[in-house]
């Protein structure tokens, strides 16, 4: 069973940036599309936030968060990130990255996806 590990959350003011990453928590695994999930609050569904493809040549981004956020990987080390800049306060969520072994098209619905990591807590404050 894989097992995804998040990192790089915190407490930020709006304006600031911050690096998520993700990655898995012993060896590496094989190369998949991946994507990152955020819940806004505790009970709501988890949102798509953007994703990008096994060989991180495609991305994909709600539109929330296009032109602020960039997901890139290293697939040497099985490792994607999130690059969040002009972070706002609506942006306080936990954080999830997830792997289809589909390797289809990126897609949105969480259900789709097959591993997730426990989530890294991103606070935004005004």
Known sequence: QVQLVESGGGLVQAGGSLRLTCAPSRGIFGTYNMAWFRRQAPGKEREF?????????????VDAVKGRFTISRDNAKSTVYLQMNSLKPEDTAVYYCAVDKRNLL????PGKYDYWGQGTQVTVSS
């Open 49 to 61: 936030v953007g994703g990008i493809t096994w060989n991180g040549v495609n991305t994909y981004y």
């Open 106 to 109: 990126i897609v949105t619905m």
